[in-house]
C-alpha cells in the first residue's frame, strides 16, 4: 500500500521524468504492433502473402523489437539514475529496498500500460498503411485488407511491459545495494567502472555484428537473397555493442580531450570535467546517437551500394528498395525520437546543478555554452562511434556486390546523417537547457 501511493505520487510531482519515460514506451509500442498487425493479417492471406507477411514480421518487426528493447531500457535506466538522491533520502528516511523496488517497478508498469493503450490507435493506421504498401510494391496481394487484433495487441502491450519493468526491475536492484550515503555521492560523482556482465555482453554482441561482416564478404557470392539481411545485421549488432561499451569508451575520450577542452575556456574546463566525474550519466546521451548514426548509415548506405549493383530487375528492385527505406525510416525515426527524448530529460534532470552553478557566479550564457560544449563533444563521439558500427554493414557488403571497398555514395549519406545528428544533439540540448534556466537559481537548486 505505502508502495502504491509512492508509486502515484512520485508520478505527479515528476512529470518530466513521466513524459520522457511515456515518449520512449509509446513509440516503442507503436513500432511493435505495427508490425506484429502483420501477424493478425497473415491468418486471412493466402499462402504465399501469408509467408510474405510471417518473414517481414519475424525478421523485421524482430530486429525493430530489439532495437526498441535496447532503447527504451537505456532511457529508463538514465532516468532512474537521475534519481538517485531521492532514493537515497527515501532511504535514510526509512523505506526498505523492497519498498523501493517495488515503488520503480510500479512506475515504470504504470506508464507502460498507459503508453501501450495510447499506441493502439495509431497502430491501426501505421498497420494499414504498410500493408497496403505490400501491396503497391507486388509483395502481397493489393487490396489485402489488414487486419489489427489481439496478436498486435498482447504483442505490443506484453513486450513493451517487460521492457519497462525489466529496466526498472535492473535499477532498482542497483540502487538497493548502494547506502543512502554512497547513493547521494553518485549522484553528482559516478565514476564506478563499467559492470564485468554489461562489458561481456557488449563483447558478443559486438563480436557477432563483426561475425556478419566477415560472412558477408568472405561466405556470399555477392547474389544470394539473404546477402541483405545478414549484412544489414552487422550494423545494427555492432551499433548496440558499441552502445554497451559507451561508459567504458568515454571515460578514456575524456582524459585524452581533457587538455584541448580545458584550452577552450571555463566552458571547457567544466566539460572536461563533467565527462571524467559523470562519463557514466553522460554515456546514456551517446546510446541513441551511436544506434541513429549506425543504423541509419548501414542500412541507407546498403541500399546505396544495392542501387549501384543494379543486378535485380527493376520492379523487384524498387520493390525492394521501398520496403528498406520504410523500415529504415521508422527504426531510424525511432532512434532519432529516442534521442532527443535522452537528452531533453538528462538536461531536464540538471536544473538542481545548473541552479547551484548560478548561485556560485555563472550566468545562465555561460550554463549554455556549457551544455552546448558538452553536446558537442557527445555528438562528435556519438558519429564517429556509429561510424565505425556502420562500417560494418557498408564495407563487407560493398566488397560483396561491387567489389569496391567504400562506395563513393556513402560518403554523402554518412554527411546527411550527421548533419540530423547534430541539429537534433545541439538543439535538445540547448533548448532543453533553456528550458531548464527559465526558473530562478534558488528554486532550481532547493527543488531541482
Known sequence: MIATRLVFSSLRRRPTGFIASFVALFFGATILMTFASLLDTRTTAGPDAGRTLLLMASVVGGWGMVIVLFATLSTLSLLIRQRAPELALLKSAGATPSQIGRMIVGEAAAVAVLASATAVVPSVFAGRWLVGLLGDTGRVPAGLE?????????????????????????AALQAARRGAVEALREAGVDTRPTGRIRVIGAVIVLASGLGCGVVTMTVFAGTEPALMAV?????????????????????????????????????GHLTAAHLRVRSRQLAGVLVPIILFTGIATGTLSMQAVENTAGTAPARIARSIETLNYVVVGMIALFAAV???????AAVIGRRREFGRQRLVGATPSQVLRLVGTEGTVLVVVGVLI???????????????????????????????????????????????????????????????
Do not use: E
Open 146 to 170: 489488414a487486419r489489427f487484433g489481439p496478436i498486435a495487441v498482447s504483442m505490443g502491450t506484453g513486450i513493451t511491459l517487460l521492457a519497462a519493468i525489466t529496466a526498472a526491475a535492473v
Open 231 to 267: 549484412g544489414g545485421q552487422g550494423a545494427i549488432l555492432a551499433a548496440m555493442g558499441f552502445a554497451l561499451l559507451s561508459p567504458a569508451l568515454l571515460g578514456p575520450i575524456a582524459a585524452l580531450l581533457a587538455a584541448p577542452l580545458r584550452r577552450a575556456g571555463v566552458s
Open 338 to 344: 529516442m534521442l532527443v527524448n535522452t537528452v531533453v
Open 386 to 448: 556509429g561510424a565505425l558500427a556502420a562500417a560494418v554493414t557498408v564495407i563487407p557488403y560493398s566488397v560483396a556486390r561491387t567489389g569496391v571497398l567504400v562506395p563513393d555514395r556513402t560518403i554523402g549519406l554518412y554527411l546527411g546523417v550527421i548533419a540530423v545528428a547534430v541539429i537534433l544533439t545541439l538543439g535538445s540540448h540547448v533548448g532543453a537547457a533553456a528550458k531548464a534556466l527559465r526558473s530562478s537559481a534558488i528554486q532550481a537548486a532547493t527543488r531541482g
